[in-house]
């Protein structure tokens, strides 16, 4: 007879604001795999600046778990929900973790984007550099060096740098 293994997945977990570090700490403590992604940006005070780590994705925190600990995740408390997806809690896929774990890892890119070349709406690849293989719409342009993607799976709009050489029209 063969024992049925839990099948575990990603889920994208909605906090209350500014409590995704606090809801991460009690999930690890809970033995609850977790992923919370953080950028380290420059905070200016009146009296100083200091690198501070902030969420990636303010109000969500990621969690790995099987329909075991479902409701546990529900009962930390500052969590407000999982994001849902036509009425069932949304998978998130292991390669989108991975995106966000290589998004956050990459170096920083000088970038050149023409407008003429891509338009808003458009599906385009990152064909070179360290985030190669991402496909995405073309939301925005931020400055001369940044794009906004929007990774369909997440349905969340990222800020990429990426030299204009390194994208490519989907077919």
């Not at 409590?19 to 403590?29: G, I, M, Q």
């Amino acid at each position: 007879m063969e024992i049925n293994k839990p099948v575990f997945n990603w889920y994208a977990i909605r906090v209350k604001s500014r409590s995704e570090k606090k809801v991460y700490a009690d999930l690890t403590e809970l033995k609850i795999e977790a992923y919370l992604p953080l950028q380290r940006k420059l905070r200016q005070w009146s009296d100083r600046k200091k690198w501070v780590e902030t969420p990636l994705i303010s109000g969500y925190v990621f969690v790995y778990i099987s329909r075991k600990e479902y409701e546990t995740v529900l009962r930390i408390y500052n969590v407000v929900s999982y994001i849902y997806f036509e009425g069932k809690a949304a998978v998130i896929r292991e390669s989108d973790i991975n995106l966000i774990k290589r998004m956050l890892g990459q170096t920083e890119n000088e970038v050149e984007i023409t407008i003429e070349e891509f338009k808003p709406g458009q599906m385009v690849e990152i064909i070179a550099g360290p985030l190669i293989g991402v496909v995405g719409e073309l939301i925005d342009f931020k400055g001369k060096n940044k794009v906004a993607l929007r990774i369909p799976p997440l349905g969340y709009t990222v800020l990429i740098e990426a030299p204009g050489r390194n994208l490519a029209p989907c077919k």
